[in-house]
């Protein structure tokens, strides 16, 4: 890992706001800049959000990160109709124990697309403790921005090499979603990308959120669902499609991913 071998560490001094917006077509910022505020802003939904920084225009999707340190400037448009833009912003002052610390928080991209389910879950729990303003809800939220923070930290080499293998990533997923009825092994996934299979599952996981095996999972049983929901084939039929000659276990898979049995999906 990225900076294992030295200590880190971070002291937060304050969270200033905690706040779910959604900006619509007045919203914009002009070279915003704050001199003692950091930024991180989870976007669950970007219709129409375009942010300038770093020299270039970002279309910010959903499911992304954006994280602002101290002096970051960056301005922002937003096209969108109110309530299709959503984003929850976390704003807070840290004060670094050392340069180690500061140097990996450098580390860390300013625009970061398909952001693990781990940081996501916790984003929307930050913002629903601080939204609800329960008896020590200030205490709680400092406690999991700090996780949070760390958790980034602890991911911050996956982040930066994931952007490398993007690529290839993508080619994985097109391969598997190309193909529905072939369940490829990690070997045959791996090769595609050009990486050994352990660092592959890694890096995958880290991109997606699930395993390959449970990506191609995820991916057949939602294709069959939307086979089953046209009403054109019968159960046993879709199982084929999708690449399981097991009727049953292809009826057990797809309630544990899908929620409900495939005969329950048509009435």
Partial sequence: MLFEDKIYDFQLNEIINIVELSPNTNW??????????????????????????????????????????EEFERSAICSANEGSTRIIVLKFRLQMA??????????????????????????????????????????????????????????????VERHQYEHQLYHVMQAIETDISKHYTVKELADMAMLSPSYFQLIFKQFTG???????????MSYARDLILSEHYSIGEVAN???????????????????????????
């Fill in 28 to 69: 914009k910022l002009n070279h915003l800049r704050y001199t003692d505020q950091w930024v991180l802003s989870y976007v669950i939904n970007g219709d129409g959000l375009v942010y300038h920084m770093n020299e270039q225009d970002i279309s910010v999707q959903k499911n992304s990160m954006l994280f602002f340190p």
């Fill in 98 to 159: 050392n340069e180690v610390t500061n140097e990996i928080f450098q580390t860390i991209p300013n625009y970061i697309e398909n952001v693990p389910l781990s940081i996501a879950k916790m984003f929307q729990e930050i913002s629903k403790t601080w939204s609800q303003k329960r008896p020590g809800y200030a205490i709680k939220c400092k406690g999991l921005v700090y996780e949070l923070l760390y958790e980034l930290l602890n991911q911050s080499y996956l982040i």
């Fill in 210 to 220: 699930y395993s390959p095996n449970q990506y191609q999972n995820f991916i057949r």
């Fill in 241 to 267: 499609l999708v690449g399981f000659s097991d009727t049953s276990y292809f009826c057990r898979l797809f309630k544990k991913i899908i929620g409900v049995t495939p005969t329950q999906v048509v009435k």
